[in-house]
């Protein structure tokens, strides 16, 4: 029986037999809800350093909350809505995905998106971390959105972590999904394509 890391590692080289393995396990729940706990953490220590930074949203936010304070604010909703969408996300792909022969239940496949959102949210954790990190140390956030404007490396790294993110990510819901739900491929990869989006669409109305 795999350990918590044994099963972070094995999502990012081997998915499928992980999830698979995962389904066995009876701490599965509990095991997805600590990846998720996990990232969730690092994502507000994150914000919390973009706060101490006196960092401005990057893109206007959905919130009615002032963009100067905003960062501050969301020190304490970061973790909340990581977490609400990992539920989101997992109950909108039993129901875009149903159930193929030997199914499982809502908590097995809440357990295997614990891992298949998690583990690619250090794509963009890792970067975000080294900016606010910039910022921390006097770095300019003005003069770097300047620079990130202009065509060069800037725009084509953030556009790219970005996209490897979401790729990633969709991959390995489809694998969650396949594990948890034993659909057929493309109704897994489907349901995952459509998931992935609604994820990112809830996420994105609350973090920035």
Do not use: H
């Not at 963009?67 to 969408?85: C, D, R």
């Not at 970067?127 to 003005?142: D, K, N, W």
């Amino acid at each position: 029986m795999a350990g918590f890391w044994g099963y972070l590692g094995g999502t990012v080289f081997r998915p499928g037999r992980t999830f698979d393995r995962l389904m066995e396990d009876p701490r599965r729940l509990s095991l997805g809800f600590r990846a998720m706990l996990l990232v969730g953490v690092l994502d507000t220590a994150t914000v919390a350093a973009f706060a101490a930074a006196g960092a401005l949203p990057a893109a206007p936010p959905f919130l009615r909350i002032a963009e100067v304070n905003y960062y501050f604010y969301e020190i304490f909703f970061a973790l909340p809505v990581f977490l609400a969408g990992w539920v989101f996300a997992a109950g909108f792909a039993v129901l875009a995905a149903g159930r193929g022969t030997g199914g499982g239940t809502f908590e097995d496949t809440l357990a295997a998106f614990g891992f298949a959102l998690a583990v690619p949210s250090f794509v963009t954790w890792l970067p975000e971390t080294i900016f606010a990190g910039y910022l921390l140390s006097g770095g300019s956030q003005v003069e770097f959105m300047d620079r990130a404007a202009e065509p060069g490396f800037w725009p084509v790294f953030i556009w790219g972590y970005q996209i490897a993110y979401f790729v990633w990510m969709t991959a390995l819901v489809a694998a969650a999904v396949a594990a948890s739900r034993r659909v057929r491929r493309p109704r897994a990869v489907l349901s995952a394509v459509l998931t992935a989006v609604v994820f990112m669409a809830f996420e994105i109305v609350f973090i920035r």
